[in-house]
């Protein structure tokens, strides 16, 4: 095989190989988000009298890698709107956006 195939082969597959990792990586801040709001569900956070603590930044600074995306999708929740964060630094859900949410999902995986 010539020199200038498996350079342009090497290429194609680095780059593929960077896009199935962004890939992965949006999945699995996807599914915290899933869990985050099912556990805020579960305790019934609706209001800002029932907020619940949340782990909204890293425990250890130092500690870098892809384990710790909980408060990253944290923040997607809040940018979103359906997380709303208390004075007190609790969080609870916004129970109409999340039921927008909901059908937004819900009609894009019926089609």
Do not use: H, W
């Amino acid at each position: 095989m010539p020199v200038y195939l498996q350079i342009i082969l090497l290429v194609v597959v680095l780059f593929a190989i960077v896009i199935l990792m962004l890939y992965m990586g949006g999945l699995a801040v996807q599914r915290t988000c899933f869990k985050i709001i099912a556990e805020m569900e579960e305790a019934r956070a609706f209001k800002e009298a029932r907020a619940v603590e949340l782990q909204d930044e890293r425990k250890n600074f130092f500690r870098v890698g892809f384990k710790n995306i909980r408060p990253k999708a944290l923040k997607l929740l809040i940018d979103d709107g359906l997380v709303i964060k208390t004075n007190s630094g609790k969080y609870y859900l916004d129970k109409e956006k999340l039921a927008q949410a909901k059908a937004q999902l819900d009609s894009k995986n019926t089609k």
